[in-house]
């Protein structure tokens, strides 16, 4: 059974940086994509990172592009989410998500052109004051 801690939530002002870290356990497959979701108060869940294993190509959702860095350390079986120029706008809850044996692009599950992935770990509030 997959399953996914993820932690480093936290409250921070406008212009800061968190990092969220998510570790893995119960992989069954070296191939796999893993990746970050979030969900605010009265919106839908939002597909905003992920990474393949295959070849470590990366999806960023246009509203996180640019300030958002998705990054993996295989030997601690855990991905991270370095967040930087926060946004009261980013106020949500952060979940890790995973998906084994995924297409060549994890981007097409993140962005929902395909199923969400079948692992999901607890969610972690991160909350952007003005």
């Known amino acids: 059974e997959v399953q996914l801690q993820a932690s480093g939530g936290g409250l921070v002002q406008a212009g800061g940086s968190l990092k969220l870290s998510c570790t893995a356990s119960?992989?069954?497959?070296?191939?796999?994509?893993i990746g970050w979701f979030r969900q605010a108060p009265g919106k839908e869940r939002e597909g905003i990172s992920c990474?393949?294993?295959?070849?470590?190509?990366?999806y960023y959702a246009d509203s996180v592009k640019g300030r958002f860095t998705i990054s993996e350390d295989n030997a601690k079986n855990t991905v991270y989410l370095q967040m930087n120029s926060l946004k009261p706008e980013d106020t949500a809850v952060y979940y890790c998500?995973?998906?084994?044996?995924?297409?060549?692009?994890?981007?097409?599950?993140?962005?929902?052109?395909?199923?969400?992935?079948?692992?999901w770990g607890k969610g972690t509030q991160v909350t952007v004051s003005s």
């Open positions: 990474i393949s294993s295959n070849d470590g190509s990366t």
């Open positions: 998500a995973a998906e084994l044996q995924p297409p060549p692009y994890c981007g097409t599950i993140w962005y929902g052109r395909l199923p969400p992935p079948k692992s």
């Open positions: 119960g992989f069954t497959s070296d191939s796999y994509a």
